[in-house]
């Protein structure tokens, strides 16, 4: 499984603002964190849909957090820019599998599923900053 580039450059960018003392522009973001500034405008609107980041205006205008870092989560990020997690076709909605009653391996998939949720649900943003990944 690999997350998307939405995901991966969503967390970059918040982590990048929640690291910040101060307002940062777009262009600060994207120069820091080596992601294209056309790309970004995607990152961001779907981080500001979520609540996660909101614009400031004001002498300096640009972007902070909507909510401290320790209020925000991996799976927050996450959610930002993808639906619900589900590793393998059979635990989507709607579930499409034509052996899924009587599948063998799919409790397996689902616990895999279940332990990936949690790891980015009990991790926040002031983890990763703090380096204190629980997994």
């Not at 002498?59 to 989560?73: F, Q």
């Not at 499409?96 to 391996?105: G, K, L, P, Y």
């Amino acid at each position: 499984m690999k997350l998307n580039t939405k995901v991966r450059y969503g967390l970059r960018a918040v982590t990048q603002i929640a690291s910040s003392t101060e307002v940062l522009l777009q262009k600060e973001i994207a120069e820091k964190q080596k992601i294209p500034l056309k790309y970004l405008d995607t990152i961001i609107t779907g981080l500001r849909a979520k609540g996660l980041i909101k614009n400031f205006k004001g002498k300096k205008s640009g972007y902070v957090l909507a909510k401290p870092p320790s209020e925000i989560t991996i799976y927050d990020v996450y959610r930002a820019f993808e639906p619900e997690i589900a590793i393998v076709d059979c635990l989507c909605e709607p579930n499409t599998c034509q052996i899924t009653e009587n599948c063998e391996v799919k409790d397996f998939w689902a616990n895999i599923n279940s332990q990936f949720r949690q790891a980015l649900s009990n991790n926040t943003i002031k983890d990763i900053l703090d380096k204190n990944i629980n997994i």
